[in-house]
T-cell receptor, first 114, second 114 residues
Framework: AQSVTQLGSHVSVSEGALVLLRCNYSSSVPPYLFWYVQYPNQGLQLLLKYTSAATLVKGINGFEAEFKKSETSFHLTKPSAHMSDAAEYFCAVSKPNNNNDMRFGAGTRLTVKP | ETGVTQSPTHLIKTRGQQVTLRCSSQSGHNTVSWYQQALGQGPQFIFQYYREEENGRGNFPPRFSGLQFPNYSSELNVNALELDDSALYLC?????????????FGPGTRLLVL
């Protein structure tokens, strides 16, 4: 079975500071990995995805994530936080070429302080 | 905007009642997945439909059922509602094809069971 663990249910950063949201995965097959963002009272928006090509993946809004097989990690980063980045972030894993039964982490709430 | 729409946006039911939630997929997508997101948690996979057939199911009881129509719109039906069914219900559409594993989420229907 596949699963993801997001370390830290809440992360707070100052505007302009580095954003680092942690995600570790468990999978019996090479995984596909995703980061989604959810703003209050909205659905999920895809930030970026890893599908076994380049290990460093760039997404929207200046976010990127690096797939590290040796660490079973897929941490999300952004060099400089903006107030508009405040939201809930979810890491998710699925099997290759099969989005049936995508598994999500519990989420990390990002707060950005002025 | 993902092109995925859901109705209604909010719904209040009482325990024991039945509810039907609706989803309209993004144009060209042939797959729809439904997720339950309890407050403060990540989405949990309920089931997926591909070409009008169930294509995988998560750990949810049979009183959760679904339909996918020829125009790829979809319904989620929940019978004998329980208090714990209170949650945000998300649908996500995708195209089953190599390299097209991304799921696009609707805004969700928030269900409250009293």
């Amino acid at each position: 079975a596949q699963s993801v663990t997001q370390l830290g249910s809440h992360v707070s950063v100052s505007e302009g500071a580095l954003v680092l949201l942690r995600c570790n995965y468990s999978s019996s097959v090479p995984p596909y990995l995703f980061w989604y963002v959810q703003y209050p009272n909205q659905g999920l928006q895809l930030l970026l995805k890893y599908t076994s090509a380049a290990t460093l993946v760039k997404g929207i809004n200046g976010f990127e994530a690096e797939f590290k097989k040796s660490e079973t990690s897929f941490h999300l980063t952004k060099p400089s936080a903006h107030m508009s980045d405040a939201a809930e972030y979810f890491c998710a894993v699925s099997k290759p070429n099969n989005n049936n039964d995508m598994r999500f982490g519990a989420g990390t709430r990002l707060t950005v302080k002025p | 905007e993902t092109g995925v729409t859901q109705s209604p946006t909010h719904l209040i039911k009482t325990r024991g009642q039945q509810v039907t939630l609706r989803c309209s997929s993004q144009s060209g997508h042939n797959t729809v997945s439904w997720y339950q997101q309890a407050l403060g948690q990540g989405p949990q996979f309920i089931f997926q439909y591909y070409r009008e057939e169930e294509n995988g199911r998560g750990n949810f009881p049979p009183r959760f059922s679904g339909l996918q129509f020829p125009n790829y719109s979809s319904e989620l039906n929940v019978n004998a509602l329980e208090l714990d069914d209170s949650a945000l219900y998300l649908c996500a559409s995708s195209l089953i094809s190599v390299g097209q594993e991304t799921q696009y989420f609707g805004p969700g229907t928030r269900l409250l069971v009293l």
